[in-house]
């Protein structure tokens, strides 16, 4: 530091109040963190990758793959044909209708070793896979968003420039959600993509159902949301625990057992406001129905169907509880 | 109009299944605006905690305390008085990815300090060259001046350093030592400085406040305070020690001999009237020294450590 010892006190700013923005500071920090680049990079990659795969599987299936089906489909058939009638009479006898019993009737194109890309039947199948993909990637960075900030003690640092701690947090907060939208967005439009380049390259030409799009791009709009709740819950997390890791384990032991558990001994009643369930109710066309097996039934055992709304209020009540404590307790808690 | 006041503040910390710890009991502390205050204490003396109760990373416990920074009450008006006070606690925090300039400019944009200030402030503390390098690649001393440089960015009336030599080499403890007397002394910047480097404090310091077991103990310009702790002993050189010394002692002196052939008078409180008493017995001082101790050894005395 010699040359400190040559230089005059500091001219800075003094006198007129500084006009910073905590907020581009946290998107500039946001921006600028190797692990979160990393992060983004690899799904990327991934991403490439799976578009890789999908060209190698799908194809336009020629006159000899055709034959091999139909030489396996009529192997297949004889016993299928047996095994329907008597579903089908179980099912009239019932009064269930046959399709929901005993499934579509077998078909040639199910035989295919080669099949081309369906995209009226695998788009909301593919949204749904991204959307999971981006959620994943959205908890580990909003957990380690701020779990690195409790690591290096960095929050500390910054109240000393910004002493006011809901502010500081919010401005996480913000910045979390900024760009968990952003993932959710880019991941629903890289499957849109990906979706293109298969199609263009091994397309079934079948058309395209009525209100196709408008129902895909409102999952998709739904998945977008997902991924910013599931982000704030991995940062909620993190900043209870102050810790990344701790953060990760806390949704492992949660998903892995206690989920499990509650599904086991609480049924119906406790799946409804499990977070899986909401979760996957959130992004479904339509939601999704959960049942009771454990309950007696003859036909059908009892049923609740969670929907969209549900799914979206039961998650944000999970993030608005996880994230609402953590900043409570920062606001009023001794820092060291 | 004192930088820092704090009158009253205790602060109790309570460890689960622990007992309670006072670190701070009914704390009385004044940093006068400009110049160098030295923080004195040993280790759970309070230091580092007064300066989180200052800045607002600790809550003090409920009572009438009451602090003022920059004549602001703290931390009702923290927010407004944050801009003008640069502070270092203890280790520098930083992520330890980006590299020191990142860092600089993260605090920087929140603030709202032009980016010029940056290069100015690691001109200051001569890591321009390594600004680049990743915060996680610098040594202890770098770190530690990076540390430096970000307190400084808001050029503030109110410079607090918590140990601001730790790490350093001697090259740059001293200059560390050279920037803050001449921030102290640059007739706009009050700065605190809190050490447990004695021979530092006494060096760098104007003023300084001791504290023990969270309470302040001693206070004021260092001199008064060295004074305050002294023994009051005089030191005398003359031509006849053995005779001098015989002389003062008739006339009610405790005295002792001293090296190289001198007297030392103790508990003298005026210093002329050893000058008198001698010369009225043909005895003429050629040197008369107060012995003042130095600061390790009245803030031994003041705080009833051992070394």
Redesign the interface.
């Known amino acids: 530091m010699s040359a400190a010892t040559q230089h005059a006190a500091p001219a800075g700013p003094t006198g007129t109040r500084l006009k910073g923005s905590l907020f581009r500071a946290e998107l500039l920090r946001f921006r600028s963190r190797r692990f979160i680049q990393v992060l983004l990079g690899l799904s990327v990659l991934g991403w490439l990758g799976a578009i890789g795969i999908g060209l190698v599987l799908f194809d336009h299936p020629t006159d000899a793959d055709y034959a091999a089906a139909q030489r396996e489909y009529d192997l297949a058939i004889v016993g299928e044909e047996e095994w329907r009638e008597q579903c089908t009479a179980d099912a009239e006898q019932s009064g269930q209708p046959v399709v929901d019993v005993c499934g579509p009737p077998l078909a040639v194109e199910d035989f295919l070793q080669v099949q081309p890309f369906d995209l009226a039947s695998a788009a909301e199948a593919g949204a749904m896979g991204f959307a999971a993909a981006a959620a994943v990637l959205a908890f580990l960075v909003g957990a380690t968003w701020i779990g690195a900030e409790w690591s290096t003690r960095s929050i500390v640092a910054l109240l000393f420039w910004v002493p006011d701690r809901l502010a500081v947090m919010a401005a996480k907060i913000g910045v979390l959600a900024l760009a968990a939208a952003g993932i959710g967005a880019v991941a629903q439009a890289a499957w849109l993509v990906m979706a293109w380049v298969l199609d263009s390259a091994a397309g079934s030409g079948r058309e395209l159902p009525d209100g196709f799009w408008g129902e895909l791009l409102a999952a998709q709009g739904r998945a977008v949301l997902l991924t910013v709740l599931v982000a704030l819950i991995g940062f909620g997390l993190a900043n209870l625990t102050r810790n990344t890791g701790a953060a990760l384990g806390i949704a492992f032991v949660y998903f892995a057992i206690l989920e499990g558990a509650l599904g086991a001994f609480l049924g119906l009643a406790a799946q409804r406001w499990s977070l899986t369930v909401n979760t996957v109710a959130l992004v479904v066309p339509g939601g999704t129905r959960i049942y009771d097996y454990s309950a007696d039934y003859t036909v059908e055992p009892p049923s609740y169907l969670v929907t969209n709304l549900h799914g979206g209020l039961v998650v944000s009540a999970y993030v608005a509880v996880i994230v609402g404590v953590g900043v409570w307790l920062f606001a009023r808690r001794d820092l060291h | 109009m004192p930088a820092v006041e704090m009158v009253g503040v205790s602060k109790t ?1 309570r460890a689960k299944g622990g007992r309670p710890f006072r670190a701070l009991d009914d704390l009385h502390m004044t940093v006068g605006s400009g110049g160098v205050h030295g923080l004195l204490g040993p280790n759970g003396s309070g230091k580092t905690t007064s300066i ?1 109760v200052l ?5 003090p416990d409920p009572g009438p305390g009451q602090m003022r920074l920059l004549d602001r009450p703290v ?1 009702a008006e ?2 407004g008085v ?2 003008g ?3 270092l ?1 203890e280790t ?7 590299s020191g300039r ?2 600089l ?10 980016r010029a ?1 940056i290069e ?2 690691l ?4 890591l321009r060259e390594r600004a680049d390098d990743r915060f996680k690649g610098y040594s202890l001393g770098m770190k530690q ?1 990076l540390g430096i440089a ?6 503030p ?1 109110l410079l607090v350093l918590d140990e601001p030599s730790n790490g350093l080499d001697p ?2 403890i001293r ?2 030592r ?2 803050v007397r ?2 102290g002394h ?1 007739g ?2 009050t700065v605190l400085v809190s050490s447990h480097l004695l021979a530092e404090v006494q060096q760098m310091c104007d003023s300084v406040t001791i504290l023990a077991r969270g309470r302040q103990v001693a206070s004021g310009p260092v001199d008064q305070v060295l004074s305050a702790a002294g023994t009051g002993d005089v030191r005398v050189a003359l031509p006849d020690p053995a005779a001098a010394a015989a002389v003062l002692a008739a006339a009610g002196y405790s005295v002792s001999p001293a090296p190289d052939g001198q007297v030392l008078v103790h508990g003298a409180p005026a210093t002329g009237a050893i000058t008198r008493v001698l010369a009225e017995h043909g005895h003429y001082v050629e040197e008369l020294v107060r012995v003042t101790p130095d600061l390790e050894s009245a803030f031994l005395a003041i705080t009833g450590e051992r070394a």
């Open positions: 910390y989180r800045l607002g990373l600790v809550r931390p923290l927010r944050i801009e006070v640069g502070a606690v520098p925090l930083f992520s330890p990815g980006l990142m860092n400019r993260l605090l920087a944009t929140a603030a709202g300090v032009p200030r100015e402030c001109e200051l503390v001569d001046r970000a307190a400084l960015l808001k050029a009336r090259a740059g200059d560390v050279e920037l001449r921030l640059d706009r910047t």
